[in-house]
């Protein structure tokens, strides 16, 4: 078992100092973290490793494409966190993240938290003309009452077209 298998397996433990402890090591690795992206996204979600996950994930780079079926998935969380990551890593894939499209519309329709929505429609702006079906989503967000879920959807439009 590699080194980041273990981290995984102690961010999925029951113990809390554990799964923070994987989190910070997994956050000093940079992008060789990047077979925990989903338990890291996952991990946002607990209060106690939501920190240290959340600056693995910055470092983190895109997704293997392996993974974008749960991230997508992960899309329907309610927690901001975890939603707002998935969306993340699946605009980070770009046109890798295809499959994803689907929950992503389904995000940036209906996802209780603005934030997500925003992330939503940037993703889909990053994964550029194979989401064109997300277009008559993306044209309603672009006359949304937030200005900058307008604007992200306003220049996502323009990347479907390029």
Known sequence: ??????LVASLESGDAAQRQSAAEELSRLGSDARPAAVALVAACGDEQTREPAVAALEDLGPPSSSDVATLAS??????????????????RAEAAAAPAVPALITA??????????????????KIGRPATTARAALDAAASNSDARLASLARDALSALDC
């Open 74 to 91: 992960l899309l329907a969380r309610p927690s901001l966190e975890v939603a707002y990551w998935a969306a993340t890593l699946l605009g």
């Open 108 to 125: 940036l329709e209906k996802h209780p938290a603005m934030a997500v929505r925003q992330r939503a429609a940037w993703a889909l702006g």
């Open 1 to 6: 078992m590699s080194d980041v298998a273990k």
